[in-house]
Nanobody, 121 residues
Framework: VQLVESGGGLVQAGDSLTLSCTDS????????LGWYRQAPGKRRELVAV????????EVVGSAKGRFTISRDNAKNAMYLQMNSLKPEDTAVYYC???????????????WGQGTQVTVSS
């Protein structure tokens, strides 16, 4: 699995943005996936997770209620729909493969370049 993030940009507070995560490989549909973000000077944090067929997902933390994670295995793509964006959502957003063990989410893939999201006030 070789994931590439795209769709970031500069938006104003309150705007919406949809990020994409695509894979050129053949095992995409067998992998649980997650979105992470890293703001300047902060640790990378989990934003959302989704299982292999998209039937189960969860958005965590301050993004809950505003962001939606989804995937389209026919297109080898995962998405993060972000609504009501706030300046504190400014970060580089990454997608990666994960495994969920109990209540713990562990990263199993490598980090790509990410896509920058900047929200102005």
């Amino acid at each position: 699995v070789q994931l590439v993030e795209s769709g970031g940009g500069l938006v104003q507070a309150g705007d919406s943005l949809t990020l994409s995560c695509t894979d050129s490989g053949t095992s995409f549909s067998s992998k649980p996936l997650g979105w992470y973000r890293q703001a300047p000077g902060k640790r990378r944090e989990l934003v959302a997770v989704i299982n292999t067929d998209g039937s189960m997902s969860e958005v965590v933390g301050s993004a809950k209620g505003r962001f939606t994670i989804s995937r389209d295995n026919a297109k080898n793509a995962m998405y993060l729909q972000m609504n009501s964006l706030k300046p504190e959502d400014t970060a580089v957003y990454y997608c990666t493969t994960i495994v969920v063990i109990g209540s713990e989410v562990r990263v199993t893939g490598s980090w790509g370049q990410g896509t920058q999201v900047t929200v102005s006030s």
